[in-house]
Each structure stands twice: as structure tokens, then as C-alpha cells.
């Protein structure tokens, strides 16, 4: 083995995402253990924010549902599926890496070896969104291209197989590490799960078929369903309105004006996942060095992947009518009984007294 090899055994794929294999940095042996009271700020904003998160998924989760018992579509079940993915992220990924860096760097606690089940999690999961992601707008696109097809894509055996394929799609690329093939999952310096490398050629072919595929084929189909979008809203914005329409001849022009919010929607999601997640990846790429530099940058990497799971299904009720809608109607049908409730009581206090 030469030296150039022996340089790169030792270094570790960055646990923040599995996106690029330009994230092989070589993490110094010597950052035994992060600064005290900066990890137990991170550690509380991270909590917060996860937190946020996970309220966030489970409402507008349950939101998107109710619109869907409405509607009767199983389109919706898409974005469902990749709330789940965000909330994942939220309730356990993020959780987890707390607890590993605050043992680890407050306490000085050795945490349990679980990293090979708890990094496979969090990468089959930052892959799974990217999949989930290219589908959501793959059948946008279907839907606003190609509408008199649309009702075979929303078909539920389709939609299932379709979020299974999501799942599916993120294991083959990640189960080698759990049998040392390119490299193994182990702890990092700093308290984090990573992989550490044996065999670079081999990491980079997983690395550019579980990350760099799904988030090339993604943010391609995004940009095709801007195009889109757009083609749409300026051949509206020239048509010519007729006068005294037929009912018939406008529910088309609703459904589609639906299906176009709802694309923009989708858009804004997946442009701002994309903006906090992979920021990070693409400034590991350009400065390797810069977590050797700040190992704190390493932690503060995760928190911009849990501020992305966080406000992605918030991003996703305010870009939406029909959601936002549905939320107003769930928050005032929550409290307006909690408020009558007050009133009895003070009502049967007064009448006591």
C-alpha cells in the first residue's frame, strides 16, 4: 500500500450527508473532544429547532390528510411520504446526534457502538428525500404535461409502489458499508456516526449512485417543472377569456390552476431543502479542510439539515392554498371548543358564587 493510500484509509466520509465523495475529509485525530459550552448552545438550538420540526410534520401531516379524505387523491400520499422522511429526520436522526455529541463532548461519556444501524438510518434517509423529491416532481409533471394520463399515475397500487421505490432505491448503496465493501460505519472524531474509508474507488461509485443520482435527477426534473409552470402561466396570461363560459368548459381550468399551485409548492420545497441541506456538501467540497479548521462546523452541518426537515412542511402550507385553507380551519376548530370550554367555566363559577 502507498502512501497516498495509507493518506486516505485514514479519513472519513463527512456525516452530514452522503451526497458528495469530495466530503472524504481527513478528520484530524487530535479533535478529541469539541469546545463544552459551544456544543451545549448547539445542542439547545438544534433541540428547538427539531422540536419545531416535529410538531410541524405531525400537523401539517394531518392537515394534508384531511384534504385528501376530501379530495379522494392519492397524489397526496406522495407528499405524506416525504413528511415522513422530514419527520424521521427531526424525531430521530437529529435526536440521536445530540445525544452522541452532548455524551461525547459535555459529559466525556463513551456512547454505545450503534453507529452502523443509526448512520445507515440517517443516510438512507437524506437519500430517500432526494428520491422522494425526483417523484414528487416527476409526477407533477405528468400531471400539468401530460393531464389525461395524470389518472393512471394516482392510481393507489402506483403511488405505493412508487413511495416504496423512494425507500428501496436508498439501501443498496448503503448496505455494503455494514459488510466493510469501500468502507465501515464507525464513530467520527467530535461524537458523530460516519464511514470511514478503505476503499475510495468503491465509496465513490456508491456515493454517485445513492446521492449524486437522485439529487442530479431531481433538481433536473425541478428545473423542467419551472419550465413548465411558467410555459403555463404565460399561455394563461394570453389566452383569450370567452365570455359567459359553460361550466364544463372551466373545471378543467380549475383543476389545472390546482395542480399548478400545488407544483409551486412543491418547487419552493424542494428548492429550499436543497439550499440547507447541500450548502454544507458543497463547501465541504471547495474547503475540505474547513472542518479540520472549525470542528464545530461539523455539528452546525446537521442543524442546517434539521432547519430544512423543520420548515419543509411549513414551506409547504403557506406555499399552498388548499393546505393553508385546511390549517386555518384545524386551528380555529381546535380552539374555538377550548374557548367555549373557558367560558362554561367561568359562566359556573359565577353562578356558584
Known sequence: MNASWANVNSSFLHPNSSL?????????????????HQTIIWAIITSLITTVGIFACIIVTAVILKVNQKSNSSSNLLIINYLMMHLIVCGINTPIVIYFV????????TVPKICPPVQFLAF??????????????????????????YSIVTKRPVIWSIIAITWLACFPTNVPYFFAVGGYFTMVPGGRCGVRITSPHIVVILTAIGSYLPFGMSMASALLLLGTVLNIKWTNRLRVQVVNPVDDARRPTRTMDRRVRLAQTLLGATL?????????????????????????????????????????????CLLNHD??????????????????????????DGTEA
Not at 20 to 36: C, D, G, M, W
Not at 102 to 109: A, F, G, K, L, P
Open 102 to 109: 452532548t455524551e461525547r463532548n459535555v459529559n466525556h461519556v
Open 124 to 149: 438512507s434517509v437524506d437519500q430517500g428525500i432526494d428520491w422522494s423529491n425526483l417523484a414528487l416532481a416527476i409526477t407533477r409533471i405528468i400531471a400539468l404535461r401530460f393531464p389525461t394520463k
Open 272 to 316: 429550499f431543502d436543497a439550499l440547507c441541506t447541500k450548502t454544507w456538501t458543497l463547501i465541504g467540497a471547495t474547503y475540505p479542510r474547513i472542518f479540520q479548521m472549525y470542528p464545530m462546523a461539523s455539528v452546525w452541518s446537521r442543524t442546517s439539515v434539521a432547519v430544512a426537515s423543520s420548515l419543509a412542511p411549513i414551506v409547504i
Open 323 to 348: 393546505y393553508r385553507k385546511r390549517l386555518l380551519h384545524f386551528t380555529s376548530s381546535t380552539v374555538r371548543p377550548l374557548t367555549t370550554m373557558r367560558r362554561s367555566v367561568k359562566s359556573g
Open 20 to 36: 458528495l465523495p469530495s466530503q472524504l475529509v481527513n478528520q484530524s485525530a487530535s479533535i478529541e473532544f469539541l469546545p463544552r
